[in-house]
């Protein structure tokens, strides 16, 4: 049933508070890892075998009554699910020790199975109206998770994320409502029929501005993107990973990808929009990385220069390119999420973020300072690691479109990421061991062996990269490139 992907979050989110009247601890870690784990699997066996067959289309009914709500999965919905459980699984993991010291865990749980339900539902909506409820629902649990220690910077760039994303919201409300008004429905299919057949493309740039601005905020595409280096680093270490890792990218560059290819279709204007936007974002968010002290404030501005070849990638709109794009969605996600991870483990074992006051952590912590070194190489794109495939990709299909200029401002940034990378290594890791860390211990079990395996999970991508090409990639750039024609004949239901 392609409708337990939304309800089994859900329902867990429901009764966790009441479970943690029983078990504290156990029983809520236990069920939010198991519901992950078994969505994961779910997604790689009955989601792969739907998709293969053409059947993932669910109508929602409540008491056989039709409620006019209906979800797909298909190659590219399914390759996002495939993601945002992978990374969830590394993310519960980790949050068995983590998140002790931060008191409740059935209401830590609860939201982040909101917010994973939110994303799941986003995915799969095949109309612009329930596209816009699920996107809130996970931003609304994020707002909870992004204030969840109650500190003051918490609870302000909480705040603050909150203020900006109520823009983007009435932006895309704004979209949303021009294109009722003109097409009479919200279906994708609908709306991409009827732009198709009838003269009204002012009415759809005019949308478009909207959608970009909306989603664009969202994705913390520059310059839309001050909300995102204040909210990632005051989250707790889980959150700040699931939100640079997983959350710009489906409430962003999932619903903007999704409109502008299968409904819209990709315009040379809106092309070019895209792919200066995506190379903006590479170079400023790489360029002010660089200047950071705290490492998950440099992490965060690492995650808007990636999300900016993501956009680019997709901008480009070559075969290769997509592929691409595709492809560094889930690995920045995976590498990022470790990094981010990592950062909350240094900050557990020493209690500090600035890395002024690190150094040497490598002698005590030999399990995060080789799993940082993982994930820096994938984020910078070093071989053999997944991060480059998908950025040689991306690279490969700027050249194929002729677009020799971003190529090389990509490879460029690619090469300040691995400066700022190595300045997180020397500083953290490396040289001589400061007096006041001599007594720092590695992390303990659950957190350890949530960073080795998803630093794993990116050794193998990177080795078996034409697997998972052919698995998981492929079908989602086949509904991609086949544009409003996919919409129009899929997705009118």
């Excluded at 993601?83 to 983590?98: C, E, K, Q």
């Excluded at 990638?313 to 691409?324: E, K, L, N, Q, R």
Aim: charged share 10%; aromatic share 14%.
């Amino acid at each position: 049933m392609v409708s337990l992907f939304i309800i089994i979050p859900f329902v867990l989110a429901a009764f966790l508070p009441l479970i943690e009247k029983v078990s504290k601890r156990f029983l809520p870690d236990l069920l939010t890892n198991l519901a992950i784990l078994f969505l994961l699997i779910y997604s790689m066996t009955f989601g792969y075998q739907v998709v293969a067959s053409h059947s993932g289309i669910r109508h929602f009914q409540w008491f056989n009554q039709n409620l006019n709500i209906v979800f797909a999965l298909d190659g590219f919905s399914l390759f996002m699910l495939f993601a945002i459980y992978l990374v969830s699984f590394g993310v519960t993991l980790f949050s068995i020790d983590y998140m002790e010291h931060y008191g409740s865990k059935g209401i830590f749980y609860a939201l982040f199975m909101i917010m994973v339900g939110g994303m799941s539902g986003l995915v799969l909506a095949t109309d612009l109206f329930t596209i816009y409820v699920f996107l809130e629902v996970a931003a609304i649990s994020s707002y909870g998770l992004v204030a969840y220690g109650l500190k003051h910077d918490e609870l302000e760039a909480s705040f603050k994320y909150l203020a900006l994303s109520a823009v983007a919201t009435a932006f895309l409300l704004l979209g949303i409502a021009l294109i009722f008004s003109i097409t009479g429905s919200l279906k994708l299919g609908d709306i991409a029929d009827r732009f198709f057949k009838e003269d009204a493309k002012f009415i759809m740039y005019i949308c478009t501005g909207f959608f970009i601005f909306g989603f664009g905020l969202k994705a913390a595409l520059v310059p839309f993107h001050s909300w995102l280096p204040d909210a990632h680093p005051s989250a707790p270490a889980p959150i700040s990973a699931m939100l640079s890792g997983l959350l710009i990218k489906v409430s962003g560059v999932y619903a903007l990808t999704r409109i502008f290819l299968n409904v819209f279709g990709l315009t040379p204007a809106v092309s070019t929009v895209l792919m200066y936007l995506g190379i903006i974002s590479i170079l400023v968010g790489a360029v002010l990385a660089l200047g950071q002290d705290d490492i998950k404030r440099m992490l965060a501005y690492s995650s808007i220069s990636q999300v900016g070849y993501i956009i680019l990638g997709f901008g480009a709109g070559t075969s290769f390119a997509i592929m691409g794009a595709l492809f560094h969605i889930l690995n920045h996600a995976l590498a990022k999420g470790l990094l981010f991870l990592n950062s909350g483990s240094v900050e557990h074992s020493t209690g500090t973020r600035d890395l002024n006051k690190m150094g040497g952590l490598g002698k005590r912590m030999p399990i995060t300072a080789a799993t940082t070194v993982v994930g820096s190489l994938s984020v910078a794109g070093v071989p053999p690691l997944n991060g480059f495939w998908s950025k040689l990709f991306i690279i490969i299909g700027l050249l194929q479109a002729r677009a020799y200029g971003f190529a090389f401002v990509a490879v460029l940034a690619s090469i300040i990421t691995l400066w700022y990378y190595i300045i997180i290594q020397r500083r953290a890791f490396f040289g001589k061991l400061k007096e006041t860390l001599q007594n720092v211990k590695e992390v303990p079990f659950w957190m350890a062996l949530s960073t080795l395996l998803i630093a794993l999970v990116c050794i193998i991508i990177g080795i078996g990269f034409p697997v998972v090409i052919s698995k998981w990639i492929t079908p989602a750039v086949n509904i991609l490139e086949y544009g409003i024609r996919y919409a129009m004949q899929y997705l009118r239901l």
